[in-house]
């Protein structure tokens, strides 16, 4: 059994891998690293707005969301956390973080200080590197997100989510016979969506109408993938920093549209 196999920090290491060698200095360094695990409920603030960072987290299993909240109750979702990733990454060196992080479903979450890893990555220049690159990656999902708040149709976001999540969870080996889990609500999709609940009804009911989906208790199954992926204009190369980390997924662009590995191109 490889040493990282049971350790809190071996998704970590293994996501390193992912963007390219390790040393094992560098492997040490991490896994020397103070770690702590917790599981959390569904529905659960990890940390709120306005909370000053003093660990930093790893996703090992379940679904996360960042947030954040207007005065009248409001809520924006801003982002999508499953294993493997670094949801407060970005919060290491500002004074207060600026947005929620709550559970899904019942998640399991690994600590570490952030000052420790810090140190860590300021005498490994690779493991500061690699950190970045996992900074980029999801600022390069946010822009996607923001082109589609800014410029995209009501039917195509949804389309669009609906391909991200598909393809998020068949890289990690969760997309059975054309369908997946979708654990959250129809207000949880409008508050991603930016749109209001009824909104998102008719466009899932057209979606459906077009013989592309069928959302049934938390899970979507897909009927066409290529039509919803021609309907949105859905190009998975965004993803690829996330992807690197779970190489199940093979992507190409053939003719346009996108090809997945033969069990989603059956769908």
Request: hydrophobic share 40%; proline share 4%.
């Amino acid at each position: 059994m490889n040493m990282t196999d049971d350790h809190p920090l071996g998704l970590l290491v293994r996501k390193l891998e992912s963007m390219g060698p390790v040393t094992g200095d560098e492997r040490r360094a991490i896994l020397d690293l103070p770690a702590s695990v917790r599981v959390f409920p569904p529905r659960y603030d990890i940390f709120h707005e306005g909370d000053r960072l003093s660990q930093c987290c790893v996703v090992l299993n379940g679904w996360l969301w960042c947030h954040r909240s207007l005065s009248s109750g409001k809520r924006q979702i801003i982002s999508l956390h499953m294993a493997g990733d670094l949801p407060d990454l970005q919060g290491l060196e500002l004074p207060a973080i600026d947005y929620s992080l709550g559970t899904i479903t019942e998640s399991t979450v690994s600590f570490t200080p952030c000052e420790r890893l810090l140190e860590t990555a300021a005498t490994h220049p690779r493991i500061a590197k690699a950190l970045w690159q996992f900074l980029v990656g999801d600022a390069v999902v946010i822009r996607e997100w923001m082109l589609s708040l800014g410029r995209r149709s009501a039917l195509e976001h949804l389309a669009h989510l609906l391909c991200e999540i598909c393809v998020r969870q068949h890289s990690l080996k969760m997309v059975h016979d054309c369908r997946c889990e979708l654990p959250f609500s129809q207000q949880d999709t409008a508050d991603i969506l930016g749109l209001t609940n009824v909104h998102v009804n008719r466009m899932a009911r057209i979606l459906k109408q077009r013989g592309l989906i069928t959302l049934d208790d938390k899970m979507l199954f897909i009927h066409n993938w290529q039509n919803l992926v021609r309907l949105c204009e859905f190009d998975a190369s965004y993803l690829e920093p996330k992807l690197k980390f779970a190489s199940m997924l093979r992507c190409t662009q053939e003719n346009g549209p996108l090809h997945l590995d033969r069990q989603v191109q059956s769908c």
